[in-house]
């Protein structure tokens, strides 16, 4: 490639990084404020959770449209292509993450302003602060190329898994101790799935930015915690 083209190729792949960085940050918003929504009963928050979805759902688009284009235009090789394939799927899995914050912000709302004891959401609050650590380390990775970073991200999946299983257990008690917290309580076991399901995508991208640097995936099985507590959430939360 001449120079020419290959400065115009390098700002295809400075545009595709720039629009991976502005929906992890989206990403990250929509996580922080649709458990703030759901923390404080916040239905006018939560609604706008919901409506913010759409500008992930559009920066997907456009990343697929950028990626299509660059590959057709540059026929790039190696690493590369691994860059542009790498930004594809960090895409997809950032927009399952702003869904799954969707699911989250739907639930308030059904909630409709009901108000139990607020012990009843701190586990999850938990959750959320740990997911939100590790995605914004793993794209701080993705942006920076750190493969150490990513890797103690893909390490820290299991953590998730079980802390997700505590905070069932945990609503469980609650729940025999009083039936009036069942509905909420329940309400919350879908939201830590959501939540729980968000870390699993982290663990994606950071075995995509393993795959951007090294051209290979993991060769490890992925570590995984105990989700069995309430395995029917699970089929319920995909369905």
């Known amino acids: 490639m001449n120079d020419h083209t290959v ?47 759409a500008g992930i759902d559009a920066l997907q688009g456009e990343i697929e449209e950028r990626s299509v284009l660059t590959i057709a235009r540059r026929q790039p090789m190696a690493v590369d292509l691994r860059d542009i394939v790498g930004a594809l799927r960090l895409a997809s899995d950032l927009e399952r993450i702003g869904d799954l914050a969707k699911n989250i912000a739907k639930r308030v709302i059904a909630l409709n302003g009901e108000f139990p004891p607020p012990k009843l959401i701190r586990g ?50 609650y729940m025999m101790e009083d039936p009036r917290n069942i509905t909420f309580c329940i309400h919350l076991m879908f939201c830590a799935k959501n939540i729980e399901r968000m870390g699993d995508h982290t663990t994606n991208i950071a075995e995509t930015v393993h795959y951007i ?27």
């Open 7 to 53: 400065k115009a190729f390098d700002s295809d792949l400075q545009d595709l990084s720039r629009m991976v960085a502005e929906m992890g940050g989206l990403a990250e918003k929509l996580i922080a404020d649709s458990v703030d929504a759901l923390a404080k009963r916040d239905t006018a928050l939560a609604q706008r959770v919901t409506a913010a979805d």
């Open 124 to 173: 999850v609050e938990h959750m959320t602060d740990l997911v939100l650590e590790q995605l914004k380390m793993v794209l701080d990775a993705y942006a920076r190329r750190d493969l150490a970073k990513a890797m103690e991200v893909w390490r820290g999946d299991e953590e998730v898994d079980s802390m997700c299983t505590s905070v069932f257990r945990e609503l469980l008690t």
């Open 213 to 239: 640097i090294e051209g290979q995936p993991i060769a490890d099985p992925r570590p995984k915690g105990d989700t069995t507590t309430i395995p029917s959430l699970r089929a319920a939360e995909l369905g």
